[in-house]
Structures are given as C-alpha cells and as structure tokens.
C-alpha cells in the first residue's frame, strides 16, 4: 500500500537548520509531485512547498521562498524540506503528502498524506 | 490569497443526523478547483473529496459536496460514530493554494 513517511523534526533554536525527509514507498515515486503541508494549533493547515515529479518545477508559499528547498532524489524514493533560517512562526507538524495523479500535471490536492514530523523552534 | 473561510467552527450533530457543512472563498474557484479532508484526532488529514463533487476512493456515499464559485458545501447524510471529526476545505485554484479554517463535527 502507499506509504509515506517523515523523519527529521526535532527542536531546533531560532536562525538554525533542519532537514526532513519523506520516504515513499507502495507507488512510483518518480512519477509524482509531492508537497509539504504544514499544521499549527494557531494557523491551521498551511500548504507549504511543492515539487514537480522530474524536480523541474518547485512552487512555495511566500513566508518559506528563500529560506525553505523542496527536493527529492527519484533513485531513493525520497522528498525532501532543507529549512533555513528558522522562527518560531516555522513551529508546526511537517506533512508529505502525494499529488493524487502521476505525470507532469500538478493537480493540487494531497491524497495520501505521512504522520507528519513536529518541528519545533525555540531557544 | 484566496482566503477560505468554514462554518459553523463547531457543529453538534446526534449519531444519524444529516450535518452540513460550509466552505466559501474569498475569490471565485475556477473549474470547482475544491478539497474536502477528514481529520481525526492525533492523525493526518485524508482526503474525501476532490472536483467539488468527486469522492475519493473508498469514501462512502453518505459523504457529499456540492457548490460551485465561491460557496461550496460538505454534506453527511446519515451521522456515523466514524463521522466525528474535523472537516477542512482547500482550495487549489490559485496560488497559494489554502485551506479553511475547519469544522469540528462533534457528538450532540
């Protein structure tokens, strides 16, 4: 069956790094996009970044472009979110989550989705 | 943006009971470009409905949207115990895509 799951959160202070990663099994990863979606108690479910299935095209929410990378490796069947420069606003659960068609298309809406990973960042 | 915006936040429904849902956005959805998702507690979100209108595979009939511009609108005929939970709407019309703020579809 289709399974994705994140690894990589943690507590990180406020400037520093994270990287998390997605690995997809159950389905040709290669022929997907795949997207981060973040949740916060506060502001809810916030669509973060996505990434076309040939890492062609990568699209992000405004408050990540320039501190925030999506890539993924086709040959490892993973996705990942390198996240710079963290706030706190940046606290959240970390979901991958599949674009529901393969091919060049990208439709939008996420099925299925990880368990997420919880970063938190705080000094 | 566009900015969705959910209600009622909470809705108290008996076990059988139909519950509405609504879902409106802030600018008009092109091409019923709307998501429903189902969350529930200490799980990822999963998706019900796609297009508007379109159940996800697997999702039983009770489960119904409709709508088309700016109001859209989850229906669940027949309240199952399954069935609590909360609802989100995402729009994927424009960029960025968003979400609605959810309602909660607790036991009355």
């Known amino acids: 069956q289709v399974q994705l799951v994140e690894s990589g959160g943690g507590v990180v202070q406020p400037g520093r790094s994270l990287r998390l990663s997605c690995a997809a099994s159950g389905f040709t990863f290669s022929s997907y996009a795949m997207h981060w979606v973040r949740q916060t108690p506060g502001k809810g479910l916030e669509w973060v970044a996505v990434?076309?299935?040939?890492?062609?095209?990568?699209f992000y929410t405004d408050s990540v472009k320039g501190r925030f990378t999506i890539s993924r490796d086709n040959s490892q069947n993973t996705l990942y979110l390198q996240m710079n420069s963290l706030r706190a606003e940046d606290t959240a659960i970390y979901y991958c989550?599949?674009?529901?068609?393969?091919?060049?298309?990208?439709?939008?809406?996420?099925?299925?989705w990880g368990q997420g990973t919880l970063v938190t960042v705080s000094s | 943006e566009v900015v969705m915006t959910q209600s009622p936040a909470t809705l108290s429904v008996s076990p059988g009971e139909r519950a509405t849902l609504s879902c409106r956005a802030s600018q008009n959805i092109r091409n019923y470009y709307l998501a429903w998702y189902q969350q529930k507690p200490g799980q990822a979100p999963s998706l019900l409905i796609s297009g508007a209108s379109n159940r996800a595979t697997g999702i039983p009939a009770r489960f119904s949207g409709s709508g088309s511009g700016t109001e859209f609108t989850l229906t669940i005929s027949s309240l199952q115990s399954e069935d609590f939970a909360v609802y989100y709407c995402?729009?994927?019309?424009?960029?960025?895509?968003?979400f609605g703020g959810g309602t909660k579809v607790e036991v009355k």
């Open positions: 989550a599949r674009d529901p068609k393969s091919g060049y298309v990208i439709y939008n809406w996420f099925d299925p």
């Open positions: 995402q729009q994927y019309s424009d960029w960025p895509l968003t």
């Open positions: 990434i076309s299935y040939d890492e062609s095209s990568q």
